[in-house]
């Protein structure tokens, strides 16, 4: 069974930093696929970044040049560092994973690319 645990949401201020975690185990497999995704009250779960076991990635538009996601399967550990942080990024962030997936362009459409799903960690960023 796939687990993932996030950690790592903050209060933060407008421009402001801050790096995401998300601890993963029960992927043996060669390939799959990891990401952010996030979503608050009254709104659907909006993809954010992904990245696969071959190290592609893929990123929201809203958050091109801003965010980076990072894979150290040594750690089987999916970071988000997240940069120049904008009232909009306030949110329940979330990590999913996919077995056998590869990522696309079109893979952050939709969460139910991502079988499995952490808890979440909030972030908040405030002017």
């Known amino acids: 069974q796939v687990q993932l645990m996030e950690s790592g949401g903050d209060y933060v201020q407008s421009e402001g930093s801050l790096r995401l975690s998300c601890v993963y185990s029960?992927?043996?497999?060669?390939?799959?696929?990891l990401a952010w995704y996030r979503q608050t009250p009254g709104k659907e779960r909006e993809g954010v970044a992904a990245?696969?076991?071959?190290?592609?990635?893929t990123y929201a538009d809203s958050v091109k040049g801003r965010f980076t996601i990072s894979l150290d399967s040594a750690k089987n550990t999916v970071y988000l560092q997240m940069n120049s942080l904008k009232l909009e990024d306030s949110a329940l962030y979330y990590c999913?994973?996919?077995?056998?997936?590869?990522?696309?362009?079109?893979?952050?459409?939709?969460?139910?690319?991502?079988?499995?799903w952490g808890q979440g960690t909030q972030v908040t960023v405030f002017p």
């Open positions: 999913g994973a996919d077995p056998l997936r590869v990522v696309t362009t079109t893979v952050l459409l939709t969460p139910l690319n991502f079988r499995f």
């Open positions: 029960g992927l043996t497999y060669t390939r799959y696929a």
């Open positions: 990245i696969d076991s071959r190290g592609d990635t």
